[in-house]
């Protein structure tokens, strides 16, 4: 089965910015996605297709996937942006068609 | 605007079923891919499996084959998981998903219907 590795935690400023990293073999094939999760609540998905967003998400999280890893950028990190993010990717060759990353949880100072 | 309206939270014995309904307004259901997600108290999500319910055809993660089974009644733009057998590790918050496309992200989620199972 395929398996996407996430940091556990990134701790960042408020202001200053914040980069998760996503790790899969050959992860540049694939189309990433990115999904925001704040306590209690269901994911959100704020980056489609390495990149996309979604609209109503803001300009400042974007998402890059230039081949051996990909990565969800938060500028300008705020308050609000405390919150668990997973990365997915969809594998037809394996067990769990959607797989997604062990998740990050991003702590703002 | 898409919503996915799950069903309440529930409290099983061991060895017993479940099933949670996901019902979807503001769009067409049976031109979209759905599919169940569990989160277990404090980890990380994991795909169940899914349903294409214009061809009425479902695939399941391996681990839950056998005990899971996820239906759809277009009629009510309705999906369904039931899961049978049920231990305490299946204690979780279940989720429904759409995937727009068949084979990408999930665009819209439920609210989630948290599953506790205790003796």
């Known amino acids: 089965s395929y398996v996407l590795t996430q940091p556990p935690s990134v701790s960042v400023a408020p202001g200053q910015t914040a980069r998760i990293t996503c790790g899969g073999n050959?992860?540049?094939?694939?189309?990433v996605h990115w999904y925001q999760q704040k306590p209690g609540q269901a994911p959100v998905l704020v980056v489609f297709?390495?990149?996309d967003r979604p609209s109503g998400i803001p300009e400042r999280i974007s998402g890059s996937n230039p081949g051996n890893t990909a990565t969800l950028t938060i500028s300008r990190v705020e308050a609000g942006d405390e919150a668990d993010y997973y990365c997915q990717v969809w594998d037809a060759s394996s067990d769990h068609l959607y797989v997604f990353g062990t998740g990050t949880k991003v702590t703002v100072l | 605007q898409v919503q996915l309206l799950q069903s309440g939270a529930e409290v099983k014995k061991p060895g017993s079923s479940v099933k949670v309904s996901c019902k979807a307004f503001g769009d067409t259901f049976s031109s979209y891919t759905f599919s169940w997600v569990r989160q277990a108290p404090g980890q990380g999500l994991e795909w169940m499996g899914r349903i294409i319910p214009i061809f009425g055809t479902s695939k399941y993660a391996q681990r839950f084959q056998g005990r899971v089974t996820i239906t759809a009644d277009d009629s009510t733009s309705t999906t369904y998981m039931e899961l049978r057998s049920l231990r305490s590790e299946d204690t979780a918050v279940y989720y429904c998903a759409r995937d727009p496309y068949g084979g990408t992200s999930f665009d819209f989620w439920g609210q989630g219907t948290l599953v506790t199972v205790s003796s």
């Open positions: 297709d390495d990149t």
């Open positions: 050959n992860i540049g094939n694939k189309s």
